[in-house]
């Protein structure tokens, strides 16, 4: 006659089972994230970042008209990331987003950007742009649109908002660890003037 025999630790939460080959088997059950032990950590975890210059900047409100100003979502040495989607989180007093002022960008200017911002991808030093041709006007963020996936919500009412999730990247973006692969958003012209302006990168990691 044989005994099934589960051991349970109660302050890592795991489980230990002897097996029917009289092998054991440890399970990791119901732990709080601060207890979970260093081979649970390498699960794939939620991605939610700022995309950053190199210098740790956030604000994409920059002055790129001189040298472009490059905002990333960058691999690590430590992980592996994959990007399914950028949110572009744009606010100013004076977007003027009705009839033609939709080719302001914000309160910039009273016409369109000379250059642009345009979202791409850096993959074996190779850039794959998202964007068809840079943004310059506050209507080309239309142009990336489509009823299931990407979408653009926008509000102008004095206090102006335009909000682009940009998920239908092609595929979910895999920035391998250890690689110098990044999705980057630049900047080419003076954005100083806008109040607000970040770029959110979402997706899963996993540590290695």
Known sequence: MSVPTHVRDTGSGCVAGVTTRNTLQVSQIDAPAC????????????????????????????????????????????????VSSIRLVLHDANMK???????????????????????????????????????????????YTDDELN?????????????????NLGAVVALPAGSKDFVGLRVSDDLQAIDLFQAIATGAQELI
């Open 35 to 82: 207890c979970l032990p260093k081979g649970v950590l390498t699960a794939k975890k939620v991605l939610r970042a700022l995309m950053t210059t190199d210098a740790g900047s956030t604000d994409i409100a920059a002055d790129g008209s001189t040298t472009p100003v490059v905002f990333k979502i960058a691999a690590e040495d430590d992980r592996v990331k994959w």
């Open 97 to 143: 987003m009705d009839g033609n002022e939709f080719r302001r960008f914000a309160s910039v200017t009273s016409g369109a950007l000379a250059n642009g911002v345009d979202l791409f991808v850096c993959q074996g030093g190779i850039e794959t742009s998202l964007f068809a041709t840079p943004v310059v006007r506050m209507g080309d963020f239309y142009d």
């Open 151 to 167: 979408l653009v919500d926008a509000i102008s009412a004095g206090v102006d908002l335009l909000r682009l999730d940009f998920i």
